[in-house]
């Protein structure tokens, strides 16, 4: 095959043995590489009853076939185990330089199986892959590991690593990797962290073989016209997705005071005008990326002093609006200090967020919390709190574990506060003003995620890309993101879509924000890039498969209709403010809509038999 | 006519120079006019589609929330203190 490193490492942690194993083309046939192929492995090799943090768990790393290449954002790599955040299937991607370079090696993933007793790294120079003693690493941040990696072997390395949060296995730490990528959502840097795996360095020199190189070259040529002339182009290099602030704000999207309400007062404050105008350093890009959403901020003077990656829109708002939070330098900062210390900003923000709540309620106190103050909006409490979640201490302990965790063990009511799926915290989509996001956020295979489906198509005006993908008959209720009506399939739709994406390594944004490229681009590269035969249809159907695997690995670990469900807030309790006022989510008609669509059994919410049939999957 | 309030972001507000401005309009047809008159020629070069003369392709305007594209698209009628924002391509999470 063409475009691929050609082996998979499986690295045994327990023996310190390291395996090289061919790529299995069958697999690829049926799952593409990246999710879908670990996907398969996954579910294959990890039986129900498996202790996330154990010894049996598996932890993959995987490209995608397009990782690497010349396609605008061929950039991801994913990660993927058992959860030990929700204990279900747990995924997370990220951008950056480290899959390329990876598959530049010559491996297009690494699986780890069991786990040390000291900790460890894994070493990749080409050919030469070696497990090194991690000892000297082990309570370093993720900045401190880059540095003495990259020192100790030479600049020219890429590194993924845990910081302290996955060492102290915090159930949302994240693994980093370029220094400041995180995979964040689903807690994996803590079964890195079980696994005493500190860190993967890697350099490559090896080059990418493509099938047809002169039409690949010829092709690529016309998707970089396109990508840089897509309206959205500017706009993203301008801005990233920090001005999301304010778009949500203006329909009511954007979750405030714990998803209280989606309208937040200080949002100028927080916003990507705020963060241009004073703090950015500049745009960046990374691996093969046009649109540049990542960029660089300073803070060049007092308590909250840094300079680093910089916060997109999902940080903007977990740790600012919906912690109440208008101080802008604190969520730099704050952002600063969770990428340093290895742990996902949603559910960090998230689970602060429901503790405030619960202090604003009187049901925690000065005594739960050691003394600090939870008041909404406390910029020091949320610095303070972000340090002792990562190193667990004090409260911090209490809250390292995730709020539906938290208000398990505390109590008193708090449950109701807790505004999560499948125990993971809900991104920044305030889903009473997007009911696709609220749909979205149960059917996702890793608890509440906007990522999954991404389904953005009824929120910025894509009529014409839903008229062609869907039919004009769907208009306007699927573009009304206030219209529960044909939520369901447009939520199947965009899975299937997304997980494919997520497959052959490239963004969601330019295939699904901007929607400028579909199925068709995605067939037409893979062909000329790595040699395989598929149509746009086939590789609809292969994400029709992952998402289906993903149902099927989940139900091994219990999951049926009864937790594809939101906190009651957002289903019962009318949006009080704002553009969305007076709504709630319609889940059970959206619901109902998705399984049928889907082939799920309406009472189970699990694939029939005709439908695991119809995709060629085994069940039990 | 109405008094309504029009708010403008990102790089529209950069050919604005302002964050937002007060204006009387009986509709967003006459509304976009009005703009175009008061902020001149790099207005409508950002924001309007000289090939119809409309918003250009993603550019969202919305009146409290609301896309014109699900209201009366540029026939919308405007009433006092309608909030309308001004954005140009942006979206995602």
Redesign the interface.
Known sequence: MFGVGGEILWVDMTKGKIEKVPIDEELVNKYLLGAGYLSKILYDMIPAGTDPLGKKNILGIATGLLTGSMFPQASRHVVAALSPLTDVWGESHAAGFFGAELKFAGYDAIMFTGASSDPLYLNIEDSKVELLDASHLWGKDVFETDDILRKDHDRQFRTLSIGQAGENLVRFSAIMNDRDRASARSGLGAVMGSKKIKAVSVKGTGKLEVADPKNYLKQMDIFYERMMAN??T??RV??G?T??V??MQ???RLPSYNMKQGVFDGYEKIS??AINEKYLVKARADFSCLQRCGRYTAVRKGPYAFEGGSPE??TQSSMGSRCGNDNLESILFGHHLANQYGMDTISLGGTISWAMEAWDEGLLTAEDTGGIDLSWGNAETIIKLTKMIALREGFGDVLADGSAAAAERIGRGTEKFVMTVKKQEI???EPRAQKS?GLAAVTAARGAD??YA?P?LD???F?KEIKERFGEQYL?EM??RLNPKYKGIMVKECEDFMVMVESVGLC??GTQ??PEFYYDDIALTLKIHNGLNFTGNQLQEIGERIVNLNRLFNARFGVTRKDDCLPDRLTKEKAPL???AGEVVELDQMLTEYYDVRGWDQETGLPLKETLERLGLDYE | MARVLVKFFATVREVTGVKNIEMDADTIGQLLDNLQETFGERFTQTVIDPSNGKLKQFFSCMINGKRIELLDGYDTILVDDDAVALFPPVGGG
Do not use: C, N, R, W
């Open positions: 309206p959205f500017p706009g301008k801005y997705t001005s999301l304010e778009m203006h329909i009511g990507g005008e829109f999902e991104a920044g989509q996001m906007h990522l991404f953005v929120e910025a005006g009529d306007p573009a009304d969601k944004y924000i901007p704002g553009p969305s």
